[in-house]
């Protein structure tokens, strides 16, 4: 109920958050048109290759004869759930490390912090690129999907570990540990509330980055390309020299659904963070300090 | 708070027997070894001192002079770096006796909130903002208690109607209450589960004097409905004064002076307590109070000797040579300074002048 409420006034009265959720609702509904795609997703020569956009082709066709909107829907639905399933999988890593090292301190901060700085500082790209050229074939769409989870918790965690640091000398840890909960408990019960607006806004923000990575590894063809995605579809855009041939319409929409996914789900977390920090509200009033 | 000196205190009497809590030499030190620098904070050097049942116990002393890391040790609430160097903290209760540092993780954790609670210092942050009152029972409360489910929730109603306070605030945020109400409900988490030992920890500091005066009642009242005892420690001397039976002042780690209350008010003995006292405003007194020169010792390297010699007006050769040791001077009375045992005829008539 009170969420419905926030989330009105947030539309009402903040006009990036209203542009991003009308933005992430019709990149939505591209994806949930997949469902109603009269062809498979990797059938081609179903339609007349290369056709311009036209009525009955609203987005055209490709160079392997498929129709590039349902193609697109596909690569959409893919991509997006690529972009949630590496958010959840990173978040649960970095809720786990940054709140029990923050709360815990000592040796065990240290072990956690030194393996999180290693995930900070090694290049991720190389080390991408090495796993797709060990892996070849196995490496297929949720192998990737862990993969980048695996590589993209560090930075949160150190934020959460921020947090969960301030909170372990409150009173109310100091109270729930005489009254003998365990580290588990406080951490759960009494910790997690606190985050969780902040991994709510960082959430977005790395849906954004691991589908920046999967678009980026795609087009290079570093990934399974069977599966239709975003890269998918400019990789064999590129196979074809779509862009050489004039088959413009091929390149064009992807990069425009996915530029434009970018841009509703950096609107949505900067409006968000814009309501969990309530300081950037009133700085938003303007005025000198 | 306006200072009262003949305050009824209650059950004097009653406090006797075998004693609920006994500190014996206790010694906790901060301890610090990083980086190349060892650093040694004597927070709570050689104290020894009881508490009986029923009693109110009253611990009174300026900022830094240990009473938080005395009561943190009596609780075991300890963390790195500070540690237990030497003597014990032994409870009495109505089940057996305890050593506290003797105990198992599971044994402690049974006689918390069940026999001892601890209200914490800056108990207004004590409850977790982010979370609803009643989830705050149920974490803190819920495991010590035989009572589950609604069961629970009857008995935490019957409480908080004790302390004057509606069921509805359970469902509140501990924002939507006012500070005294917020104190209030702290008060009543730590006493929920009916404890024989209450430590309270500056529970009235951050209130007005009006607020201040109706939760010290409330303290007052719902000890005596449990016949529990209570250490408390705040450095209002004039709470003590209206609330404590038995009271004790610290200095620099260490307990200088103990008595009754209305006996320490009356005749204070160690030249801190007489300073301490005569420093307290009373209505119809204009004479202009004279601050204590200097300020508590650096307890990381404290002066030789009685540790308030530097700062001491009767401090002689030998208080430089020799921390005195506690004695009895009175029945129920202590004190640690030589020149007061040496003579205690001697100290009497100067308070008489200090105090019309």
Known sequence: MNTL???????????????????????????????????????????????????????????????VFWQLTFAVRNTLLFGIVVAVISRVISLCVGLVSGYRGGWIDRVLMSINDTFVVIPLFPILVLFYFIMRDQMTWAMLAIIVSLLGWAY??????????????????????????????????????????????????NINWSIGIEVTLSVLGFTDINTP?????????????????????????????????????????ISMNEYIDPRSRLSRLGGPS | MTFQPATASGNVEAASSTPVLSVDALKAYYRLKLFGIEREVRAVDDLT?????????????????????????????????????????????????????????????????????????????????????????????????PEKGAAFFDRIGRHLE?????RSVLNAFPHELSGGMRQRVTIALATVCGPEFIIADEPTTALDVIVQKGVLAML???????????????????????????????????????????????????????????????????????????SPPNLAAPPSGCRFHPRCPLAVDICRRQAPPMV???????VA?????????????????ARP
């Not at chain 2, 300074?337 to 002048?353: I, Q, R």
């Open chain 2, 220 to 294: 007052r009242e719902i000890q005596r409905e449990l016949g529990s005892s209570v250490l408390f420690v705040t450095h209002d001397i004039a709470v003590h004064a209206n609330l404590t039976d038995r009271l004790g002042i610290m200095y620099a780690g260490r307990l200088v002076e103990e008595g009754w209350t209305r006996d320490l008010f009356r005749r204070p003995l160690h030249p801190y307590t007489r300073h301490l006292i005569s420093s307290l405003p009373q209505i119809g007194d204009d004479t202009p109070k004279k601050g204590l020169e200097g």
């Open chain 2, 162 to 166: 004790k302390l004057h306070l509606d």
């Open chain 1, 229 to 269: 995605t975003i890269g998918g579809m400019i990789y064999w855009a590129n196979q074809h020299t779509a862009l050489v041939s004039g088959v413009w319409w091929w390149v064009t929409f992807p990069i425009a659904i996915v530029v434009l996914l970018f841009i509703g789900l950096f609107l949505l977390a």
């Open chain 2, 328 to 334: 009895t001077v009175t029945p129920g009375r202590r």
């Open chain 2, 49 to 145: 001192f009881e508490i009986g049942r029923n009693e109110i116990y009253g611990l009174a002393g300026e900022s830094s002079s240990g009473k938080s890391t005395l009561i943190r040790t009596i609780a075991r609430a300890i963390r790195p770096p500070l540690a237990v160097e030497a003597g014990s903290v032994r409870f009495n209760f109505s089940d057996g006796t305890r050593d506290m540092y003797r105990l198992s993780p599971q044994e402690l954790a049974g006689i918390r909130w069940k026999r001892l609670s601890y209200i914490m210092q800056g108990s207004m942050s004590v409850l977790n903002p982010v979370r609803r009152i009643k989830h705050s029972f149920i974490d803190f409360a819920m495991p010590h208690v």
């Open chain 2, 337 to 353: 300074c030589h020149v007061v045992t040496a003579d205690p005829g001697l100290s009497a008539p100067a308070m008489e002048e």
């Open chain 1, 5 to 67: 409420k926030i989330l009105r006034d947030l539309f009402h009265y903040n006009k990036e958050f209203a542009a991003g959720l009308l933005i992430v609702l019709v990149v939505l509904a591209i994806a949930a048109c997949s469902f109603f795609s009269p062809y498979p997703p990797l059938d081609v020569y179903v339609v007349p290759p290369d056709m311009p956009p036209s009525w009955e082709y609203p987005f055209g066709t490709t160079s392997r004869g498929q129709d």
């Open chain 1, 156 to 205: 949160d965690a150190r934020l959460i570990r921020s947090i969960a640091m301030s909170l372990r000398t409150r009173e109310f840890t100091r109270q729930a540990v005489f009254s003998g909960m365990g580290t588990g408990r406080i951490v759960w019960q009494e910790h997690l509330p606190f985050v969780l607006p902040i991994v709510f806004s960082t959430t977005l923000n």
